[in-house]
């Protein structure tokens, strides 16, 4: 036996780490494909920028409109949930102790140790006993609306802000190419960096999401330069 081990597992990471390898990725993918369209149909160093940094502003509230609307509503039914849970101790706790101890049988306890797991939880906490076991509610997993605002809008921001910084730093005669390639670098470095903390594998990480990226910068630029030359 060896004292003080702990495990670390990977899939503890998955939550955050999805969230905002998923903003900063829309956020890069988005305003870089927004530039690389701009600056196909020929606009002015300027307006490119100012077109890049409303994208990140637009993009960024967007993101936190949604998550937060999203989260909320998943807040809404867990606060339902829970309060139905305890209208049905309330009304009748013998039950609700029966199906607690059916809970843990399920998952392999022997019918008697299930029944004393179930009489001890719920002496201590029946309500917490019943939204983790029965509802799968925790507090560390309990949705937090603004927060994933926040968090949302925020990753956004740090991967819409690298496409700008390029532009800024670019000469204007070469910001298609440049800022492209810079993208697709930024984003396979994403990509990868996700996979090696999620235990995936990297390359092919990297490879998904560059090819996507890809996709979108090229169909933008396209559609960028086919609206300049009709304008």
Wanted: no cysteine; proline share 3%.
């Amino acid at each position: 036996m060896h004292a003080g081990h702990r495990e670390h597992h990977l899939s503890g990471r998955t939550s955050w780490l999805r969230a905002a390898v998923l903003g900063a990725n829309d956020g890069l993918v988005s305003t870089a494909s927004l530039i690389v369209g701009v600056a196909a149909a020929h606009a002015s160093h300027s307006n490119i920028l100012v077109a890049g940094a409303a994208g990140l502003v637009a993009g960024a509230m967007s993101m936190a409109t949604g998550e937060y609307v999203s989260v909320h509503s998943q807040k809404d039914s867990e606060q339902a949930a829970l309060e139905q849970e305890r209208m049905e101790l309330q009304a009748n706790v013998a039950a609700e102790h029966k199906e607690l101890a059916g809970i843990y049988v399920r998952r392999g306890l022997e019918p008697e140790l299930a029944k004393q797991v179930a009489e001890q939880l719920m002496a201590h906490d029946a309500l917490g006993a019943h939204a983790r076991d029965e509802l799968g509610i925790t507090a560390t997993q309990s949705a937090r609306p603004l927060q994933a605002a926040l968090a949302s809008a925020g990753s956004f921001t740090v991967g819409a802000m690298l496409p700008i910084a390029v532009v800024m730093l670019s000469p204007h005669n070469h910001l298609v190419p440049v800022v492209s390639a810079a993208s697709l670098l930024f984003l396979a470095l994403l990509g990868a960096l996700a996979a090696r903390a999620g235990g995936a594998p990297v390359a092919a990480g990297a490879l998904r999401v560059t090819f996507w990226g890809a996709l979108a910068m090229g169909i933008t630029a396209g559609i960028g330069a086919a609206l300049g030359v009709v304008a």
